[in-house]
C-alpha cells in the first residue's frame, strides 16, 4: 500500500487532479481509497456521481463514536473507497484537528486492513503545512507528497513553501516529494516558469494537465475526465501520471 499527499495552493484544482487520478489508477487495476481532508467535504463528489460521503466529523458530531465504516465512507467509481474528514462548525474550532480525528477514526476501524487498498491518495486543505494540515506528511501516513502548480506566482509560492516543509521534516522520515503536476492556467511561457521552479527546488515533472474545457463538462455531471470519456486528452494525460505513481512509467 502506498499513500500519497497531494498538496497546493486553494483553488489549484487539487481535488479535480486527486480524483482523476483516483479514477485513473483505478482504471490501470489498482484498488484506490481517496480521503478528502478539506472542510467543505467535496473532494470526493465527483467519483461519486454527486452523491455526498458523510464526513466524518459531522458524523462523530451527532453520534460521538463510529462503529462502522459503513457510516463515513462510499464505495465510488470503479470500486473507489471515498472518505471526506469534514471540519467544525464555522467559526468554531480548528479544521486540521479534523483531520487528525479521521485518521484516528480510520484506523480504529481498520479501514485499510479491511478495504486493502494499492493506493490511498489524501487531498489536503490549501497550501497549509502546520497543525493537523500538517498531519499527512507526518507519523508515517503518507510516504510521498505531489504538489499540483500552475505558472502563476502565487501558485509557486505557495509550492515552494511547501517544499520547504518538507526540507524541515527531511531529517524524520517522513513523507518525501514524489513530484509536481503542472495543472495549465495557458499563461504567458508557463511551461518554461515551472520547469525553471522545478530544476529550482530539484523536483521531478510527473505531469502536465494542459487547460481544457471537458474537465469543466464532466464536473458539471458530477464525473471526472475518466469516467466520462476515458480515451479523451486529458483522460489519457492523468492515465499516464497515474503510471507514473504507479511506477510504470517514465517521469520528465
Known amino acids: 500500500m ?43 463528489i465527483n467519483l461519486t456521481n454527486g452523491q455526498r460521503v458523510t464526513p466524518v466529523m459531522n458524523y462523530l458530531r451527532e453520534f460521538h463514536s463510529c462503529s462502522s465504516l459503513d457510516e463515513i465512507s462510499l464505495v465510488g467509481y470503479n470500486g473507489i473507497v471515498c472518505v471526506e474528514a469534514g471540519g467544525p462548525i464555522p467559526g468554531l474550532g480548528c479544521a486540521g484537528r479534523g483531520i487528525i480525528t479521521t485518521f484516528n477514526t480510520l484506523e480504529s476501524l481498520q479501514a485499510y486492513e479491511i478495504f486493502k487498498p494499492d493506493f490511498v491518495l489524501y487531498d489536503v486543505l490549501g497550501d497549509v503545512v502546520c497543525g493537523g494540515f500538517a498531519m499527512p506528511l507526518r507519523e508515517g501516513y503518507a510516504d510521498e507528497v505531489i504538489i499540483v502548480t500552475s505558472g502563476e506566482k502565487m501558485s509557486l509560492y505557495a509550492a515552494n513553501n511547501i517544499k520547504k516543509a518538507l526540507d524541515n521534516f527531511e531529517n524524520r522520515n517522513y513523507a518525501k516529494l514524489k513530484g509536481l503536476i503542472m495543472n495549465c492556467r495557458n499563461i504567458e511561457n508557463e511551461e518554461e516558469i515551472v520547469t525553471q521552479f522545478a530544476k529550482e527546488i530539484d523536483s521531478p515533472i510527473i ?36 503510471s507514473q505513481i504507479a511506477g510504470t512509467g517514465k517521469e520528465n
Not at 484544482?13 to 489508477?25: D, F, N, P, R
Not at 494542459?210 to 480515451?231: F, K
Open 2 to 44: 502506498k499513500k500519497i499527499a497531494i498538496y497546493g495552493k486553494g483553488g489549484i484544482g487539487k481535488s479535480t487532479v486527486t480524483s482523476s487520478l483516483s479514477a485513473a489508477l483505478s482504471v490501470l487495476g489498482y484498488r484506490v481509497m481517496q480521503i478528502g481532508c478539506d472542510p467543505k467535504a467535496d473532494s470526493t
Open 207 to 242: 505531469g502536465n494537465i494542459p487547460r481544457s474545457s471537458s474537465i469543466q463538462y464532466w464536473e458539471e455531471r458530477n464525473m471526472t475526465p475518466i469516467q466520462g470519456d476515458v480515451n479523451c486528452i486529458i483522460s489519457c494525460s492523468f492515465l499516464e501520471i497515474a
